[in-house]
């Protein structure tokens, strides 16, 4: 019962340092999605790919790439990290239930940019 | 552009009593979604009930139940008979009509006291 599946839980990096962040899911969602959660922010979403093959910038993508590796997977890398990147990521993937639409998460990555 | 505000950052609650979370949103599109998700102390967002901008009854899911209303634009989440479990921030969405694209709003932190 994996659903979405985010690697790493925790990772620490040094400013310029860069890093990938992996997410896959097993629900055969067409559409997936990489939000940062920060204090008093509510989530905002940074990139999202509504099928394979396609992605779209979102609401902050600045200083972020993502790549949807197949239908299951979908990557969000750092090229350069910043401190102002320092956050929780969430990645989600939605699908239909019952005719709606509906995102399920991960359950995130805590990323500290020192 | 559409825009979710919930207006509450906290919220306390004595246990087996109900709760009412404010969201109201904005859009000019006839056609919508409306999502709350609890997020617990453990971090993972959950999905919690949905409403859609031409469903003629307010969406129940157990304990959950949504008071929309359409003129007013709002979409507050009724949780009834509190349990301490529910003890999480609650986050409002919305559905950008016509996009795979999510907003979220600030969110709400509520307390159950025994």
């Known amino acids: 019962n994996a659903g979405v599946t985010q690697t790493p839980k925790f990772q620490v990096l040094k400013t310029g340092q860069s890093m990938t962040l992996q997410c896959a899911q097993d629900?055969?969602?067409?559409?997936m999605y990489w939000y940062r959660q920060d204090p008093g922010m509510g989530l905002r979403l940074i990139y999202y790919?509504?099928?394979?093959?396609?992605?779209d910038k979102g609401e902050v993508p600045n200083g972020y790439n993502v790549s949807r590796l197949n239908k299951r997977e979908f990557s969000l890398r750092l090229e350069s990290a910043a401190p102002s990147q320092t956050s929780v990521y969430f990645c989600?993937?939605?699908?239909?239930?019952?005719?709606?639409?509906?995102?399920?998460f991960g359950a995130g990555t805590r990323l500290s940019v020192l | 552009a559409q825009k979710i505000t919930q207006t509450q950052p906290g919220m306390f609650v004595q246990e087996k009593e109900a709760v009412t979370l404010d969201c109201t949103y904005d859009?000019?599109?006839?056609?919508?979604?409306l999502f709350w998700y609890k997020q617990p102390s453990s971090g993972e967002m959950i999905f919690l009930i949905y409403?859609?901008?031409?469903?003629?009854q307010n969406a129940t899911e157990g304990r959950y139940s949504l008071n929309f209303q359409k003129a007013r634009k709002s979409a507050n989440l009724v949780i009834s008979a509190s349990q301490l479990g529910d003890s999480a921030m609650y986050f409002c969405?919305?559905?950008?009509?016509?996009?795979?694209?999510?907003?979220f709003g600030t969110g709400t932190r509520l307390k159950v006291l025994a």
């Open positions: 409403q859609g901008s031409y469903d003629q």
């Open positions: 790919s509504a099928s394979e093959g396609t992605t």
């Open positions: 629900m055969n969602h067409n559409s």
């Open positions: 969405a919305m559905r950008e009509p016509g996009t795979y694209k999510y907003i």
């Open positions: 989600a993937s939605s699908g239909l239930k019952q005719g709606t639409d509906i995102q399920y």
């Open positions: 859009t000019s599109d006839p056609s919508y979604g």
